[in-house]
């Protein structure tokens, strides 16, 4: 490894630093310091791994060889560090935007423009559109950002008491034969709702399929008619809080059955319906979905931190 980067140690404890103080209560340091330094070695390989930064460079093939992919640990004046990165938005090359995937200390607003200027002069080259950075900050907090996802959690041992309509209920999915049905109901809210489809996307048959083998997918009932999909997967949302956690997948309900009251019951349904109740059940919400964060609040998940964007 350079010289000049820290360890997967250092960096985990910059990381813990920067959550959000609710969290501190869900899982104990230690065991959360180990998940971090996990996390963040992976973040030092992609920063000193040329041959790994090769095959990124040939698969998004957009002009630029492989030491231009590798991540940056980079000084920030006066007294910030940042792990940054090249991302693309949806994997397509023609939405390039700078990733800082941490931080050695908690974002301030008096950062964002000496954050901008280095990301600027770190990966120009490919025209970025935007820094994403992650805080633990309200939304909000932020005024001259433009939002992104915010993160919506809460240990599922504190969601499974509330109330839920005595008409729902979940069943394991058995096959995805009610995918088509899913694909109308979120074609239905893009319809109403233009800017959904920048905000949330169903997820492809080969996804779905694996929290289904996982046990992680369950069918939407209304006293025994199939009404939508709620779903959980393990994916990087989780690594970013360094919890033992549960990322929502899907929470979609049929158009039949909207504008029934039903939104908040979703995260409680599937709360009890995951198999392990001692993890966190976490959820990311694009900050103008308003109505998809009120029903999370009202389940009595709690927003402990997001992205914010910083054009570029």
């Known amino acids: ?110 950062d964002l423009p000496a954050l901008a200027e280095v990301a600027r002069e770190v990966y120009g080259a490919f025209r970025p559109l ?23 959690a809460a240990p599922i041992s504190e969601l499974i008491g509330a109330n839920v309509p005595p008409e729902l209920s ?4 058995q096959d995805l034969s009610h995918y088509a049905e899913a694909q109308a109901a979120y074609e239905a809210v893009n319809a109403g709702h233009p800017a959904h489809t920048e905000q949330a996307a169903l997820e492809s048959r080969e996804d779905l399929q694996e929290s289904l083998e996982a046990g992680t997918l369950f069918d939407v009932l209304v006293r025994g008619e199939w009404a939508g999909y709620v779903a959980t997967t393990e994916t990087f949302e989780a690594d970013t809080l360094g919890l033992n956690a549960y990322v929502v997948q899907e929470l979609i309900l049929s158009p039949h ?28 919400i694009h900050a103008e979905n308003r109505g998809a964060i009120t029903a999370a609040l009202l ?3 709690v927003d402990v931190g997001g992205w914010v964007q910083v054009g570029l």
């Open 170 to 173: 979940t069943q394991p999915t």
């Open 257 to 284: 059955f909207r504008g029934r009251g039903y939104g908040a019951a979703l995260s409680t349904l599937l709360a009890r319906s995951l198999p392990d109740q001692s993890r966190v059940l976490i959820g990311t």
């Open 130 to 152: 935007y820094l994403r950075l992650w805080s633990a900050a309200p939304d909000g907090h932020f005024p001259e950002t433009q939002p992104d996802k915010r993160f919506l």
């Open 1 to 110: 490894m350079p010289p000049h980067l820290p360890s997967p140690a250092e960096l985990a404890e910059f990381s813990l630093a920067t959550q959000h103080p609710l969290t501190l209560q869900w899982l104990d340091d230690q065991t959360r310091l180990k998940r971090f330094v996990r996390i963040h070695g992976f973040d030092l390989q992609l920063a000193a791994d040329l041959e790994l930064a090769g095959q990124r460079a040939g698969f998004f093939k957009v002009g630029q060889d492989a030491q231009a992919f590798l991540n940056r640990w980079a000084s920030v004046p006066p007294d910030l560090h940042a792990m940054l990165s090249i991302r693309f938005q949806g994997l397509d090359v023609t939405r390039p935007f700078v990733d800082a995937s941490l931080l050695s200390r908690p974002l301030t607003e008096l």
């Open 299 to 301: 389940a009595g998940r």
